[in-house]
């Protein structure tokens, strides 16, 4: 099986940063795709950012954090990273990661989700 585990959310100011690290262990043979997805109270998931490719260098922004976020990977430790600058309170949510990968000795790619962490921006 395969476990995605966040770090690094927490309670920040208005223009604050906060680096999240999600990191993927388990029978991993190579990542596809592996970002982070955000849900505010009473709001659908929505994209935050995702790194594709097996490099990880094909990455895509939501429109709301371009210019303020950078997802980067390191394939070496099946982990990516959030670097959140000039935060807003509407960045406040929980953060999921999520990955999509072959496992070993599948040809199927299969998703996985993070539990999750809570960014909470005051203003």
């Known amino acids: 099986q395969v476990q995605l585990v966040e770090s690094g959310g927490g309670l920040v100011q208005a223009g604050g940063s906060l680096r999240l690290s999600c990191a993927a262990s388990?029978?991993?043979?190579?990542?596809?795709?592996m970002g982070w997805y955000r849900q505010a109270p009473g709001m659908q998931r929505e994209l935050v950012a995702t790194?594709?490719?097996?490099?990880?260098?094909?990455?895509v922004y939501g429109d709301s954090v371009k210019g303020r976020f950078t997802i980067s990977r390191d394939n070496a430790k099946n982990t990516v990273y959030l670097q959140m600058n000039s935060l807003k309170p509407e960045d406040t949510g929980v953060y999921y990661c999520?990955?999509?990968?072959?496992?070993?000795?599948?040809?199927?790619?299969?998703?996985?989700w993070g539990q999750g962490t809570q960014v909470t921006v005051s203003s």
């Open positions: 790194s594709g490719g097996r490099s990880g260098t094909r990455t």
């Open positions: 999520h990955a999509a990968l072959h496992q070993v000795d599948t040809i199927y790619v299969r998703e996985f």
């Open positions: 388990g029978s991993i043979s190579t990542i596809d795709d």
